[in-house]
């Protein structure tokens, strides 16, 4: 465009090269607005950037219709199964199916040929006599993204999946994580971490009203322009954490799906950890100490799930457990168990977490892994 231009304006500038949606596109376009130069040749360059704007807004609308699949193309699924589905991510040859040997005690093929695991291998893991489903994936090169050697199949496996565990050879770890993240990154999956939380609701009152403007880290005006441009005209915003333009794209883009992840070390003992994110699990493994028991617990955990026993008064516990979400309440867990048994509830007692055995607990309380939970109704 011009060569006069602010740091932030240039800053702006390389946002919008590097933006992959039209949302993000947009968002780059606003900010570049706000930083054109005042001086005279800068009314043009305003024009220039309204024009991309005013585009964008068509093919926006254009993708809308087109149903919110990001990327598009080939698909493949693998029906769930158990209390969970766990999906193996890598690069070739780094060990996945080996691993998927050991805790699964399956027998699918292992081989220095790189592409070895040529469809998705389904197998389940034996938690407490819970099943976690384990799906062998083919490998992801760079490019899957794009669709090389079957990476849209692929990774469709990927993005439907409860979560992900992604193996990396220790002695590359850093290029293997690179590669992987971007991957998954260019098909709308996020790891480690939650949607911004921004909440925009449509109001019959004309305008934009902000909640929590002390969380706005750009200039208003920028941020209501480019709501606007987004078709936001009359809307109530809440902002309950820092917000800048790169936040609002991320919350409005509804082909986004966020993972919990755990990275598994393979080929060598790690020194350092990959930057995976905050709430990322890491863990080493090798195939001459395989540990599938250690591993069963690993994958539960990457679930964010809970596991608890039920019980008749007066009758022992259940064998198997019951695997509901973390979070959930004993009403909840009733839910799951019976519905005569949520309309009845008296209340329950619970065995584990409570402060003292078979404490009375209400409805709302909120049950640990390894809870037995009495329901008396
Ligand atoms: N040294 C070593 N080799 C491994 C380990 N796990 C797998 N391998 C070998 O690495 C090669 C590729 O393994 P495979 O499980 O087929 O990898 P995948 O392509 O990721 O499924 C095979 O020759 C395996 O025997 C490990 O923990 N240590
Ligand atoms: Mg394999």
Redesign the pocket.
Known sequence: MTTNVSIEFANAQAKYDQARTPTEKLAALEEMKSHAPQHKGGEALKGEINSKIAKLKLELEKDKKQAAKRGGGPTLSVKKDGVGQLVLV?L????????FNAVTGLSTP???WEF??SKPEIGMVDFKGAKIQLV?LP?IVEGSSEGKVNGKEILSVVRNADAIII?VNVSTQDEDWRIISTELKNSGILLNRKKPNIKITATTFPGISITGKEFLKIPMEQFVNFLKTMGMHNAQVILQENTTLDTVTEALDETLVYKRTMIVY??GRPTKRVDAGESAMHIA???NNPRPQEMADKLFEVLDKVYVYTKKPGQEAAKLPLVVPKGATVLDVATQVHKDIVQNLKYAKIWGSAKFEGQRVAKDYIVQNGDVIEFNW
């Open positions: 890598g070739p040859n780094v060990g996945k199916s080996t691993f292992v081989g220095d070895t695991t062998d490998p193996m393979n080929k493994w090798d195939v």
